[in-house]
């Protein structure tokens, strides 16, 4: 994550700014596969792309480093009233 | 009857769920509040999905497609899909983490532990409480409206409903509001998180497939897909909003209206030109402005009302900021602390979009569907369109059962969670906080939980009775809040120079802003700001200026403090 995290980010704009999909917005024709309204199919298809762009980060952006950390000895810190 | 009896069973199954998942209970605290960080990716799937779906995700979905169109999947499933998704990995990963290394069990200790306050639990506690017992009222009310009307008839001389005549014989509001409660509270009274988290699992599938099998049958009696999806409203060339079929009940069958019964007319399109308006306006997602009439079948008195088809740009927009709620779900928090590892997260990550799409689409397509079926029906009963569309054209009195479980398997799913966390809430920010946790035994701190969960479900239930019935609005409105409060945890786990005044400055802000659109909105009333840009935006924008503006003028947090949540990063 450390060194990858700029394409993380830059991704995650990416699909943000791929959501607002004004080229569809009165398309009220096209079904795709002959039932599902192509502003519909393309949000469905956008969920998919989602999942595969969250399991693409976590294969290059691991946070190796905080599992490590998890790993290590419990330590208490008070949030106790001192 | 036989729904009721459905019902029931489903309700014994869940008690009986709730019995097994006590006897793995270990009996220390740590178990009852995080299940001692034992949950594996699954059981983490299941339960942070069935926590952030509530009834909505099948009941409001379907009125919300009836009242819009399909653009109710881009504005509130597609984008959560993606934004809970960078959620969960990006901070809930961090989150797991510090609360695995620290022995944090609530958001509140993190905080204070992070921004070196303790007063920030006490500012903290009352707002996420505030915002977290409205959810709650929503989900105790809404269960009982949805078995009120599929158990009409069943108890004539036991609840007359002199109130709700439609109703007469149905089981109240208050009678299933009781039951849910009772059987929730008893849950996660035995098992506490590893409780609520078996719990959910199991109402998270059923869920999900009544979902999917009122669909299957729902097509089939409309003559296939590609059938069913001629049948959602249309306006034509003179402007008249028209049902181009309609349902013959007699023979079970579509038939076509010729002439198409006409329901209403165009008001207005986004261009003012004659003909540029959506024909098929639940389609896409222009807006279009229709007037509608109702008619009274007894009394043929005909009612009409405006009607908004598609949706604004603006509101298109905006509306991501609601989704980032999650990162200050309470009650997520807890979720995520009884992961079993960090890597446990992954299925999570990867499958929420994927389980947002398998619940959302097939509820969507019925609620556009039903427009053709069913007359036009004002805001505040689109919420029946779904089990509306089961009655009328699948008829049995199974799937109505079946159905009815499963809106109330999305209800308590969310339910048990929030409970769950509150109780947490009062007994270690408040309770173990004020006493110092020496003081206590872990089989005390386990009895004070317990003895939460037993009051607040009892002081919701109570406050369930007496909140007005509409409190359905307010569900935008806390997400609104949390969503307001963002900027906080978002600042807390990736900029380490976020001071404690900052976070004072950022909960100031959201908090005031929040309430000022609130109060502006009448107090829960749906409320946009000029050409349709949600408050939440608005909110968060300022929350997130005070929260950088105040951090920079002030001194920077502890090397020691930084070097505890920043380990890679401290100098």
């Known amino acids: 994550m450390k060194n990858n995290g700029w394409i993380v980010w830059l991704g995650t704009l990416a699909l943000l700014l791929l959501h607002q999909d004004f080229w569809f917005w009165d398309n009220y024709e096209t079904e795709v596969f002959g039932f599902m309204p192509i502003g519909l199919a393309y949000h469905a298809g956008f969920s998919i792309v989602a999942a595969l762009w969250w399991g693409a980060v976590m294969s290059f952006a691991w946070p190796h480093h905080l599992e490590a950390l998890a790993e290590e000895q419990e330590e208490s810190i008070s949030t106790q009233r001192p | 009857m036989t729904p009721l009896i459905i019902i029931v069973c489903y309700l014994g199954l869940l008690l009986a769920l709730g019995i097994i998942s006590s006897r793995s209970f270990r009996g220390t605290s740590k178990d009852y509040f995080v299940a001692s960080h034992s949950i594996g990716p699954f059981l983490l799937l299941m339960s942070v999905f069935g926590t952030t779906m509530t009834a909505f995700a099948l009941v409001g979905s379907t009125g919300k497609a009836f009242e819009r169109g399909i653009g109710v999947y881009g504005l509130m499933a597609s984008i959560s899909g993606l934004v809970h998704a960078a959620v969960f990995f990006l901070i809930g990963i961090r989150l797991w ?19 070196d306050s303790q007063r920030i639990g006490y500012v903290l506690f009352p707002i996420l409480a505030m915002l977290v017992v409205p959810y709650l009222l929503i989900g105790i009310i809404g269960a009982g409206k949805t078995v009120l009307p599929v ?10 409903n002199a109130a709700t005549p439609q109703f007469a014989g149905g089981i109240p509001v208050w009678l299933t509001g009781l039951v849910i409660c009772g059987v929730v509270m008893t849950y996660v009274f035995l098992g506490g998180s590893r409780g609520a988290a078996w719990a959910n699992t199991f109402q998270t599938i059923v869920f999900m497939a009544m979902g999917l099998v009122a669909f299957v049958f729902i097509a089939n009696s409309l003559g296939g897909l590609t059938n069913a999806s001629k049948v959602a409203i249309q306006i034509n060339d003179q402007g008249e909003v028209v049902q181009p079929y309609r349902w013959d009940a007699a023979n079970n069958q579509l038939v076509a209206n010729d002439p198409p019964k006409v329901v209403g007319r165009i008001i207005e399109g986004e261009s003012d030109t004659a003909g540029s308006y959506s024909p098929r306006p639940l389609l896409s997602r222009q807006v279009t402005t229709v007037e509608l009439e109702n008619v009274n079948k007894k009394t043929g008195e005909v009612r009409t009302f405006t009607r908004e088809y598609g949706m604004s740009t603006w509101m298109f927009m905006t509306y991501l900021f609601i989704p980032l709620s999650v990162g200050m779900f309470p009650h997520l928090f807890q ?11 992954k299925l999570t990550v990867l499958a929420h979009p994927l389980c947002i799409l398998i619940v959302w689409v097939p509820c969507v397509l019925i609620g556009i569907w039903a427009t053709g079926i069913l007359p036009p029906l004002d805001p505040t009963k689109v919420s029946g369109v779904l089990g509306q569309m089961v009655a009328r054209l699948v008829s049995s009195p199974i799937l109505s059962g079946f159905l009815i479980a499963g809106i109330l398997a999305a209800i308590m799913s969310s339910l048990d969670s929030q409970f769950l966390c509150l109780g947490t809430m009062f007994t270690n920010d408040i309770v173990i906080h004020k006493l110092g946790s020496g003081k206590l035994s872990d089989r005390q701190v386990i009895l004070i939980a317990r003895g939460f969960v037993v009051g607040i479900v009892t002081l919701t239930y109570l406050l369930s009775l007496v909140a007005p019935q509409n409190v359905f609005d307010l569900a935008v409105w806390c997400f609104s809040g949390f969503g307001a409060l963002f900027p906080l945890v978002f600042a807390a786990v990736f900029w380490k120079r976020v001071t404690k005044a900052g976070a004072y400055a950022c909960i100031l802000a959201a908090t005031l802003s929040w309430f000022y659109f609130f109060a502006k909105s009448g107090f829960g009333s749906e409320l946009v700001l000029g050409p349709g840009i949600m408050p939440v935006a608005v909110c968060f924008l300022i929350s997130t200026a005070a929260l950088i503006i105040v951090s920079l003028m002030t001194r920077p947090p502890s090397e020691e403090t930084i070097k505890k949540f920043f380990p890679d990063k401290a100098s």
Do not use: N
């Open chain 2, 151 to 160: 158990t009409a008839g069943a108890f004539p001389d036991l609840f007359p």
């Open chain 2, 97 to 115: 983490v510090y609360g695995k290394k620290y022995g944090f069990v609530t958001q509140i200790q993190f905080f204070r532990a992070r921004f």
């Open chain 2, 335 to 345: 979720h995520w602390l009884t992961a079993k590892s960090a890597r446990a997260f």
